[in-house]
């Protein structure tokens, strides 16, 4: 009777697990399979024929295209800066114990708190007040802003699991604190600072509340043109352009996976470690 | 000339002392001990000798200078942690050539080092394994050449031996002695197990809450020390509370136990005054089995005393009798396993043991 219970609750939790998987990537799968529809106009699923016609048809589309190239050189340029700020503040974090470092490090943590929308009026407000007013810069920034916590929290969860004695055995060997730091501690703390850079380069991707408010006619995110786009004309290019951008995120997890372990990565990047 | 030298070296954290005013000199070539209870304050001096943390009060020379000031990279020390701490990034052959390459070694020259120093550690072969494909013992030998590889003029090795298994640890600290012979390099070795200290050090420091008990070579802190805390941190013996009557004769005092027993023992270090604790090894000790003959020539024997056994311990090589006293005291008695008769509990037996073994000590402050 016993064991009939346990079972129950295993079979039970595997389903459990499985439903959610499913609702997790049944919308992604319809989408993409509607971005192949070959109809000519918004059909119920399931597609009735094989086309490459929405594909074409995001490719001879200026804005989504401009909505691209500024995605990807927004997400890299973002998630470059936001490594190397982050990854400072995190080795600050580490090294130093000072007073109020607990609520610094917290403080670091908040645009995860902070709503994305209340987020993007915010910076909106700040960008026009300090007199930027282009779409870009603001877009850079606010992207950078957005990213850091993540860049912050992987990189300093490898730190922290560095041991101490391999930057003293370096000293004693005779490095200085600079040669210490590049040798020892960096190549250590690699997956973490990677990690935060792809998740950085993601969030960016991703991101359309904090975009929304930033982007202006002349720059604006891929995200952003989608959500322009389909107030205006809704058809399936919107699927071919998702398509894309799930595409181009499971390429980068692929290389995550592949460089360092995705468990570790997403372990690092949420938990403490 | 002494390598290394500690003139009055005070460390504070905070409100807590760590170190009360330290000073110890090591001799070229010599093997010294910091040996001491943890929180005795010996890590935090090797780490003030290394450069990781800077003395309150005082000044550290190496080589005659003082290393006020100075960053670890500064000094010309080897350091072996307990963890070893080998790079896990780097192979074997990195690690070795790591303190080479910014110490100045010619390019050209380190290769040829790397391999006399593996062969030395007697690892030759091992230049392209990765750290986390070694064991204990062999990442501690690793950590070892690293240090020793840069010819550093004073070796500091902290709790060398402390993470292996007891049967390996003392199979290595043989070999770790012979390294560090063959290599002739001044050590200060830290560590909280006496036998690690007496088997690799021929000079002892033993300190105690943040001060030198009493520091020599390990046979006379054995043999003489000069107060209790010494007596149980190096050894063991059995403790007698008392004081001292009167001198029985020149050199030879006779001691009144609180039981009421009298033993004879040699003078303390210092004017006689009040209680005294007399101490003796209990493989200083030897036994008489049987009852104690009635005649008066074992009261003209001295410090022979009666009793009962009360549990006889067969360690294998060693045999632990504990003795039950007349007086009312237990004693302990270790005797080799040779002879096998085993004492049965109940047993009367008579315990004996010199004058010149007895250890005399005030009785510890323990307000201090």
Redesign the interface.
Known sequence: MKRLGDDLAAVLFVALLLLTATFLILPVLTAMAMSFDARSYLGPFPPTGFSLRWYRSFLNNRGYLKGLQTSLVVATVASLVATVIGGAAAVCLDRYRFRGQQALSAFFLSPLVVPAVVMGFSLLMFFSLIGIYEGYPRLLGGHIIIALPYTIRTTLASLVGIRRSLVEAALSLGATERAAFWEITLPLARTGVIAGAIFAFALSLDDVAVSLFLADPFAFTLPVAIIGQMRATFDLTIAAVSAVLVLSTVLLILILDRVMGLDRVIGLGIYKA | MSVVELRQVVKRFGAVTAVAGLSFEVAEKQCVSLLGPSGCGKTTTLRMI???EAPSEGDILIGGKSMAGK???ERN???V???Y?????MTVEQNIA??MR??GVARTAIPGRTREALARVKLSGYEKRAPSQLSGGEQQRVALA??LV?EPAVM?LDEPLSNLDAKLRQELRVELKEILTAAGTTTIIVTHDQEEAMSLAEHIILMNRGRVAQQGPPVELYAKPRSKFVAEFIGRSNWFEGRLSREASPGVWEYETTEGLRLLVPPPAGPVSGRYEVGVRPERIAVDRGAAPADASLSSRPNAVTGTVDYVENLGSDVHIWIHLTSGRRIRVVEKNVDQRLERAGAPIVARFAVSDCIVVAPEDESK
């Open positions: 290394a450069g990781f960053r670890p990279y020390i080897g350091l942690f307990q963890d701490a080998l790079f896990p990034h790591y303190g910014h110490r690293r240090a840069t500091l």
